[in-house]
Each structure stands twice: as C-alpha cells, then as structure tokens.
C-alpha cells in the first residue's frame, strides 16, 4: 500500500473549525486537495464564505462556510 492509499480521502467529508484564515484555512485546503468536500466554520459569516469559495475554486471540491463560534454552545 503507498502514502496515497493509506491517506485516501476522495469521497470523504471534513468539518474545520477556524477554518477561515491561518493554520486552519491550510488544513481546510490540504484536506479539499486531497479529495475531501469540506465545510468550514469561523466566527465571520463574510470570511466563512469568501474563505469557502476560494477553496472551491482552488481545488474544484464542495466547500461550505458556516457561521460559528465553537466556543459558544448556542452558537454550535
């Protein structure tokens, strides 16, 4: 089995929280490149969008922003 095998994500689907900017963005965009659709969630509606459709457009995947602060529980 290789490293692309053992690592498959085609068909899979990712949630990342703080998926708009920094560490998280890049892990959002490496999973996409990989072949998952991914949804990410950030504080910002206007930054979960702009950063959800450069992603799409990016990697041809689905990307969806969604507005959440994980740290708030009726926000989640």
């Known amino acids: 089995m290789n490293l692309n095998e053992l690592f498959n994500i085609n068909g899979k ?8 900017r920094g560490l998280g963005l890049t892990a959002a965009l490496t999973l996409a490149e990989a072949g998952a659709d991914v949804a990410i969630c950030g504080r910002s509606a ?4 702009e950063s959800a459709l450069m992603i799409a457009e ?3 995947r ?3 922003g969604i507005q959440a602060d994980v740290a708030d529980d009726k926000s989640v």
Request: charged letters at 15%.
């Open 62 to 64: 689905k990307c969806i």
């Open 13 to 20: 689907c990712a949630l990342v929280t703080g998926g708009t």
């Open 46 to 49: 206007s930054e979960a969008a």
């Open 58 to 60: 990016k990697t041809g």
